[in-house]
């Protein structure tokens, strides 16, 4: 009925609104599946990097109201990638989400960049945020399940099941830096299968 809508508003609307409930429905089944260690393999096609950025700056954008918050992308006009696009807007999405949130938790005006970029054996996403940085302990268990979680009430999945995700297409989740001026994770996908490469700022 929503989508049948001729409000001008509701066309406009209706279909981020279906976007995100479905994208809501997948990250409940896969966070359950997690536990059952059944996450699917990812189904590999050309995706349009900016398209899936973009998807994620919207709804973060929107989650972020009217807090002093502000987001750049800095890929490359069509630059595509071999990756499962839906599994590749949760990495995303788990990383811009967790830096929107640890910028507001602060109470102050801040920034996140995702950039992108490709070299002859890799593409490479970096989520830029400045933040207050991650605390020791959430460095030391970052990628351990119900362990890592950087704000009060987490659950430290997110990190988890991103890095899951990217290991599943081949590739490697590292934190680059953190610090008082803030933190950078960089997502290596390998072109081909390559030996991992380290991540590096």
Request: hydrophobic share 40%; proline share 5%; with cysteine.
């Amino acid at each position: 009925r929503i989508e049948g809508s001729d409000d001008p508003l509701v066309k406009r609307m209706a279909p981020k609104l279906v976007g995100s409930i479905t994208r809501a429905v997948n990250l409940c089944e896969s966070t359950l599946a997690f536990g059952r260690v059944d996450e699917p393999a990812p189904v590999l096609a050309r995706v349009n990097l900016a398209s899936i950025v973009s998807d994620v700056i919207d709804s973060e954008r929107l989650a972020a109201g009217d807090f002093d918050l502000s987001f750049s992308e800095d890929i490359p006009a069509g630059m595509t990638l071999r990756a499962d696009g839906e599994q590749l807007f949760r990495v995303i999405f788990n990383l811009v989400r967790n830096a929107r949130q640890a910028i507001m938790a602060t109470h102050k005006a801040g920034e996140i960049n995702v950039e992108g970029y490709e070299d002859d054996s890799a593409w490479w996403i970096r989520v830029t945020d400045t933040g207050p940085g991650l605390s020791p302990r959430a460095q030391e268990h970052l990628f351990q399940p119900f362990q890592g979680g950087v704000r009060k009430g987490g659950s430290g999945l997110g990190l988890v099941i991103a890095a899951d995700l990217v290991r599943g297409h081949g590739g490697r989740l590292e934190l680059s830096k953190t610090g008082t001026e803030g933190t950078t994770f960089v997502v290596q996908l390998p072109k081909a299968d390559l030996a991992l490469t380290p991540v590096v700022e």
